[in-house]
C-alpha cells in the first residue's frame, strides 16, 4: 500500500506540486467577501478542474493555508511505482489528534 505523508512546509508542498505539472488553484465562488481564495485545491491540467476552478498565485494560496490552518496529504508514488497526484487538504489540528503519518 503507498505511503502518505502531510506537512505544513511552503517549499515542500510547492515542488510537490510543481513536479506535477499543478497549479495552486480555488474552487470558484467559494471564497468570502472580501477574501481573495476560497477552498483550496490543486489543479493538474486536464483533470476534472476545468472550469469549476481558477489558478491563484502561490502567495494567495499560503496566505489562505496559513489562515485556514491547514496541512497537506500527499501520497509521492502510487501502488504500482508510478508518480502519484493524490492530495488532499486537513485541518492541522485533526492531524495532531491522529497523528497519522506526519513528516515535515
Do not use: C
Request: charged share 35%; proline share 3%.
Amino acid at each position: 500500500m503507498p505511503e502518505s505523508n502531510n506537512t505544513t512546509d511552503h517549499n515542500l508542498i510547492r515542488k510537490w506540486v510543481e513536479e506535477r505539472k499543478g497549479k495552486p488553484a480555488t474552487v470558484k465562488g467559494t471564497e468570502s467577501k472580501g477574501e481573495e481564495a476560497g477552498l483550496l485545491r490543486i489543479d493538474f491540467p486536464g483533470y476534472s478542474g476545468e472550469g469549476k476552478l481558477e489558478e491563484i498565485s502561490w502567495e494567495e494560496f499560503f496566505n489562505k493555508f496559513e489562515e485556514s490552518k491547514l496541512a497537506f496529504l500527499y501520497q509521492d508514488k502510487t501502488h504500482d511505482g508510478k508518480q502519484s497526484r493524490f492530495n488532499k487538504f486537513l485541518s492541522r489540528e485533526g492531524e495532531q489528534a491522529q497523528g497519522a503519518g506526519k513528516k515535515q
